[in-house]
């Protein structure tokens, strides 16, 4: 069973950069063929793709976000990161990771989801 859990600061100040980790047990985020995907819900709103890391370390952003965003990982402790650097009140949300697999074309895990606020 693939599990996956969000970890970070829950409160970050206007200007500065968000930074969370995902980390995965119960798989390997180098198998092929699944994508690891930051997904967002702001509050009142609906769910916004944030980027992927694939199985080989390629990454995908969403255009809207690209200029802020990195996503990157660590194979040996089988996590992935998101940095949203230069943050607004608007990029407070639910933060999630999940798990999109190309056999489902669909997210078949997710984590719990992380909150954060950003506010000074």
């Known amino acids: 069973q693939v599990q996956l859990q969000e970890s970070g600061p829950g409160l970050v100040k206007p200007s500065q950069t968000l930074s969370l980790t995902c980390t995965v047990s119960?798989?390997?985020?180098?198998?092929?063929?699944?994508?690891w995907t930051w997904i967002r819900q702001p509050p009142g709103k609906g769910l916004e793709w944030i980027g992927d890391?694939?199985?080989?370390?390629?990454?995908y952003y969403s255009p809207s976000l690209k200029s802020r965003t990195s996503i990157s990982r660590d194979t040996s402790k089988n996590q992935f990161t998101l940095q949203l650097s230069s943050v607004t009140p608007e990029d407070t949300a639910v933060y999630y990771c999940?798990?999109?697999?190309?056999?489902?074309?669909?997210?078949?895990?997710w984590g719990q989801g992380t909150q954060v606020t950003v506010s000074s």
């Open positions: 119960g798989g390997s985020i180098t198998t092929n063929y699944y994508y």
């Open positions: 890391i694939d199985y080989s370390g390629s990454t």
């Open positions: 999940a798990r999109w697999t190309s056999e489902k074309n669909a997210y078949d895990y």
